[in-house]
């Protein structure tokens, strides 16, 4: 969705996060630990994870169950803790069926667009020359793409499903990562671990994947955290335009979108997929500032 | 911090969940004075040129600016507007000579409204531009069908004589595809440049759109409003009793209740709200307005593929018909104002019979109807033949469309229990019409409506040189890729049968091949809607092709 | 100088080049031509009219001649016809920026009003309760979706309204959507109604450029008042009135000027959600409107002119840099 399209060039990584092994993980999990937002929005993400996973246990009804002689019955009323929608389904059981969706969706999308980012920033950064030329002019292009119009035409055409929202947000949601990564790969390519392993005769692939990578995980990992409650929004807003998961597939956006011609008369059936939604998005924020402090507290994203 | 976050939110929940609608000023009174009318409308006109008029709004708008030759009221029936009388074969007016025809028409006299009176040489000239092919006009169906139009009594005079190269069965509905041009405005532009006809001001500026119609246009902002002024006495509508309509374009559907609901507009247009908000809107009209439901020409229904070897047994497509509950789709979701429909015309087509073989929802016929096409319930509840195939279905519909979706889900929970599998997958509406269902990829079932008209037939609809195929550029309406002889000889028939009494004969029998054949299953009639406030009198909720709700305006009144 | 903004403005143009011809190529190939829909529509439409209007509007060409032609009569100032609205393209891109910098300048003077205030204070006043509670509100604000925002704004404000029961209060309802009451006279009545109509829309679209702000005013001025010159002027005794407002807050403002500057144009693109929800007829809505309903001459408009926004806004952003921090030079 519109997040400030603002990246500033990633400070170079504090001292410590440049010390590869075991030590540098345990001193970011003791900082993780003393945030306490972020160990409330990690808490809450693994609770929403649990309901997701285990949500036909948990919900009282089947998802697709229609029920046309109790359609719209307010909360706290009768046999529906949350009531029930336009075609009597039980909000309750499709907000656990719609979190499955929202949370692989963000996750797959996160993972998906950091990992291309991830590559075209290796490339970029390890091999230089024409190449980073190239691929940090398509860089450019597609930061100046009003991505949310391209976002939106591409879902008109292969939207429906979870995998190509996957797959289309992914693809334009590459940019931060890649660049961090480059830079990240451009520091450490000049240092004195990097150079050893190329004088010792390694091969590439084992540099990038031994030395330089590991060491450039923490914004990565960062980045990838951020990015899922950005998907999560994205996704949202293109199944409100109705381009995103369609139903009867529950997503928490088709759900707000197909309540907002109901605020009339059933205005509770648009607060609980938005407040999710909010609910959501917040503990990954909160997560993934927690994160970048713990892990290395001047990475700017 | 957090608690006091977690207060508001309960707090808001508790809020939004108990809380009702209050009704606020009512305003039943007229929002412009009495001499004026204002309705919400949410599409604006594309151009008031009937050559290029493709929006709905555009008829609806200048239904009040030109005379139509030919009208239907709100009941459907046909009479003479623009024209001393319709042409008919008992009185020779209408005259078949072989496979061509000619028809004899007299104008009634009226002025365009800079006072030039219109004359056949404005019938001519309109024709002559809808002929042009470098003149940007959709539709050329009449056109093509028409040899020459002529003007017996001079160029002046209001005698047109008509000749059409084939026989066509509604000929007598208008003299000409679109009309009267005011050849005396429009000719210069139509010199200057053909093929950008459409971007010229007649059409889009008010000073020099004319007509002569009741009503003229004033001011036409754009996004804004359409302003229309009765001209005074009118020869064909007398005297009008609202001087001025204004439309106000309001293209968001739950804007336009919010402005219905505070009395700042009079009425909604057909062209306006959907049936759902149409429901809400009612049940908080409050004695300010009426909510209008009037069965109309759109006829929701499922396409078989009939290349699909399930499908092809019609006791398959027949389980499927019993198998769904239509009448508590029509009963619970659309409050009984949306009837079944079990034909494929609307009840009130002219060729419209009860007649007809009908598919009560009775799930164990349908299931009696699967065994005895070889099918039997598998282990996860799901029918299979002998072959092992299970009866497992794909349907499209265009997503985004909540009430399709609605029926959808019915559909899936309803087929189920009679043991049949629906998979949902549905597309733009612009690649459901502009791929799957007119190239016909759709795998089993597509879920779509028909605008029908009241001239609508089964030709190229039902007709088996109706199937698009990639040879005849996918041209034709017959989706299903429905094929048998009888039908295709009674369609036929039907559409060059000149007799209207025999014409609605054939069309009777050609819908009771189709209920027998189920080459798609009728689901629902949609019901057009509209809105106005109780004291506007003469308002009609119609929405026919060409005829909206303003087919009477010169006759409505405030009370 | 000149010539850095010279040679960022000759970058611009490979970009903005490579940008049309994506964007042209995404456009062109989508299926569901609005000429082909016609014969799915319409019984009376036979392939000889739609050959003879692709014709006419030069659809049979092949797509590199397509773009070519595009891009001269572009570079014209002709942006074409729209097919839905029926209008020239140049005049409904016109219409809808006036319509939408009502909503962008509003949030943005909004945005800024609230968030350089709350930013300096939540800095200047670490870990004090309003710095918790501002922190916090620029999470909600990057965290909420919008059209949910949107939503229920229109709810509270347009349909429940519950303080209307109290004396005094009846006048705060305001209207669901839309921009203007119909019939309202010009002048003065125009303009209040006007506003009656912004205010949803606006705060909404606010919220997220507010809480970036925020956050960016209090992180540039936590970094300005720890570094050596401020330590100075405050060790050299000055008042610390004269501290922040001479030393600190000039030095953090640098930044959040380019900030601010990218995202002007970050507003106009945010605003599709806004405007769709409020039915505001601005670019945003055009955009969201021409590509579902498949307008590709409006979607290419719009679309190129939000990229182009962005680039100028840009260079804006960097010039800017260039001439308020005296640290940077560009030879």
């Given amino acids: 969705m519109a997040r400030p399209a603002v990246t500033l060039a990633p400070a170079a990584a504090a001292a410590e996060a440049a010390r590869p092994g075991e030590g540098y993980w345990q001193i970011a999990w003791r900082r993780l630990r003393r945030h306490r937002l972020a160990m409330g929005g990690l808490a809450v993400i693994a609770l929403l994870v649990l309901a997701a996973v285990f949500a036909p246990w948990i919900a009282p009804y089947r998802f697709e169950q229609i029920d046309l002689t109790n359609r719209f019955a307010p909360p706290f009323s009768g046999r529906h803790w949350l009531g029930t929608d336009d075609l009597g389904h039980d909000v309750f059981t499709r907000l656990l069926y719609a979190g499955r969706v929202s949370l692989v969706v963000g996750f797959a999308a996160a993972l998906s667009a950091v990992a291309l980012g991830t590559l075209v920033g290796v490339v970029a950064g390890y091999y230089g020359g024409l190449l980073d030329n190239v691929l940090m002019r398509l860089t450019d292009i597609v930061l100046t793409l009003p991505v949310f119009g391209v976002l939106l035409l591409l879902g008109r055409y292969f939207g429906g499903g979870i995998l190509p929202i996957v797959a289309i947000i992914g693809l334009f949601g590459w940019t931060v990562a890649a660049r961090l990564v480059r830079g990240e790969i451009l520091r450490l390519k000049t240092q004195d671990f990097a150079e050893a392993a190329r004088a010792l005769g390694a091969s590439e692939t084992r540099i990038i994947f031994r030395h330089l990578l590991p060491n450039a995980l923490a914004p990565i990992i960062v980045a990838a955290t951020l990015d899922v409650g950005g998907a999560i929004l994205t996704e949202a807003a293109l199944s409100y335009f109705g381009v995103g998961i369609q139903p009867p597939i529950p997503s928490w956006g088709n759900m707000l979108q197909n309540a907002q011609s109901y605020l009339w008369t059933a205005p509770w059936l648009a607060f609980w997929p938005g407040m999710m939604i909010f609910l959501t998005v917040l503990c990954f924020n909160f997560f993934g500032d927690g994160l970048r402090d713990a892990l290395d507290p001047r990475l700017k994203i | ?559 | 100088m000149q010539r850095y903004v010279l040679r960022r403005i000759l970058q611009m143009i490979p970009i903005a080049l490579g940008i049309s011809v994506l964007l042209f190529t995404l456009l062109t190939l989508a299926p569901g031509d609005p000429v082909d829909l016609l014969i799915a529509s319409d019984p009376r439409v036979k392939p000889e009219d739609v050959a003879r209007l692709k014709r006419l509007y030069g659809l049979d060409q092949p797509i590199h001649v397509r773009y070519l032609k595009w891009l001269g009569r572009t570079l014209q100032g002709d942006l074409g016809f729209s097919r839905t609205y029926k209008e020239p393209v140049t005049n409904l891109l016109r219409d809808r920026i006036a319509n939408s910098l009502w909503l962008t300048v509003t949030a943005f003077v909004l945005a800024v009003v609230v968030a350089v205030p709350v930013g300096i204070y939540s800095a200047l006043h670490q870990y004090s309760v309003l710095d918790y509670l501002a922190t916090t509100f620029t999470f909600f604000g990057v965290s909420i979706p919008v059209f949910w925002f949107g939503i229920m704004a229109i709810y509270l404000f347009a349909v429940w309204h519950p303080w209307t029961a109290l004396p005094g209060l009846g006048w705060l309802v305001l209207p669901p959507g839309g921009i203007s009451t119909p019939g309202v006279p010009p002048g003065l009545p125009f303009v209040l109604d006007r506003l009656r109509y912004m205010i949803l829309p606006s705060v909404v679209l606010a919220l997220l450029s507010m809480a970036t702000y925020t956050r960016y005013t209090r992180s540039s001025m936590l970094e300005v008042i720890r570094q050596d010159y401020v330590r100075t002027a405050r060790a050299k005794g000055l008042a610390e009135r004269v501290v922040i407002n001479r030393h600190a807050l000039r030095n953090a403002l640098i930044p959040l000027v380019t900030i601010m500057a990218l995202s002007i144009a970050n507003l106009f693109a945010g605003a599709p959600i806004t405007e769709t929800v409020f039915a505001w007829p601005g670019v945003g809505r055009l955009l969201v409107e021409s590509v579902l309903n498949g307008d590709y001459v409006a979607a290419q408009a719009v679309l190129m002119f939000l990229a182009v926004l962005v680039l100028v806004f840009n260079l804006l952003a960097d010039v800017a840099y260039a001439a308020l921090d005296p640290r940077i030079r560009y030879d």
């Fill in chain 2, 1 to 559: 911090m957090r608690a006091r976050w977690h207060h508001a939110v309960i707090l808001l929940a508790a809020a939004l969940t108990i809380s009702v609608w209050p009704a606020g000023v009512v305003q039943a009174q007229p929002a412009a004075g009495r001499d004026t009318v204002v309705i919400g409308i949410q599409q604006e006109p594309d151009f008031l040129n009937p050559l290029f008029a493709e929006m709905a709004a555009s008829v609806s708008v200048m239904d009040t600016i030109f005379v139509s030759d030919v009208e239907r009221d709100n009941t459907w029936k046909l009479f003479a507007q623009g024209v001393e009388s319709i042409p008919n074969l008992r009185d020779g007016t209408w005259k078949l000579d072989g496979d061509r025809m000619t028809l004899t028409w007299k104008l009634k006299a009226r002025n365009w409204h800079d006072g030039r009176p219109v004359t056949c040489a404005d019938y001519v000239f309109g024709h002559t531009v809808a002929r042009n092919v470098n003149v940007p006009v959709v539709v050329r169906d009449l056109t093509n069908r028409i040899a020459n139009v002529l003007c017996t009594q001079g160029a002046e005079g209001l005698d047109i004589q008509v000749n059409w190269k084939e026989r066509y069965a509604y000929a007598n509905l208008t003299i000409t595809e679109y009309g009267a041009l005011p050849r005396h405005v429009v000719e210069r532009y139509y010199r200057e440049n053909p093929s950008k006809l459409n971007e010229a001001p007649y059409g889009n500026d008010p000073k020099v759109t004319i007509g002569d119609g009741a009503y003229r246009l004033v001011e036409w902002r754009k996004g804004a409003s359409l302003t229309v002024e009765s001209v005074g006495t009118h020869p064909i509508f007398g005297t009008p009793r609202i001087r001025r309509i204004i439309w106000r374009f309001i293209p968001d559907t739950n804007a336009l209740v919010a402005n219905m609901l505070s009395g700042a507009i009079d009425a909604i247009s057909t062209i306006g709200i959907s049936f759902d908000q149409a429901v809400q809107l009612d049940r908080q009209s409050a004695g300010r307005f009426r909510v209008f439901f009037e069965p109309g020409l759109i006829w929701e229904h499922i396409d078989f593929n009939l290349d699909n070897p399930l499908l092809q047994d019609v006791r398959v497509r027949r389980a499927i018909a019993h198998g769904i509950n239509r009448e508590a789709i029509s009963q619970q979701l659309f409050e009984g104002k949306q009837p079944v429909s079990h034909t494929y015309l609307p009840p009130r087509h002219p060729g419209y019979t009860d007649n007809v073989q009908k598919y009560p929802y009775d799930p164990a016929r349908a299931r009696a109807l699967l065994q005895e096409a070889g099918f039997t319930p598998g282990p996860d509840g799901i029918m299979r033949n002998a072959a092992g195939q299970r009866l497992s279905f794909e349907i499209n519909t265009t997503a985004g469309n909540r009430v399709r979706e609605q029926v959808e889900q019915i559909i899936q929970q309803n087929l189920r229990e009679v043991g049949i599998e629906i998979v949902i997958q549905n597309f733009p509406a612009r690649v459901l019409f502009g791929e799957i269902t007119n190239q016909r990829k759709f795998k089993a079932l597509a879920m779509y409506a028909w605008v029908m008209s009241p001239t609508s037939d089964c030709d190229q609809l039902y007709t088996s040189d109706g199937i698009p195929t990639e040879a005849n550029g996918w041209a034709g309406q017959n989706y299903p890729g429905y094929k048998n002889p009888e039908m295709d000889r009674v369609c036929k028939a039907a559409s060059r049968e000149v007799d209207e009494a025999r014409r609605n004969q054939l069309l009777q029998q050609s819908a009771q091949i189709f209920a027998r054949d189920l080459p798609a299953l009728p689901l629902y009639v949609r019901a057009s809607v509209a809105a106005a406030k109780v004291g506007l009198q003469g308002f009609t909720a119609v929405q026919l092709s060409g005829t909206y709700e303003t087919w009477n305006v010169h006759r409505w009144f405030w009370q």
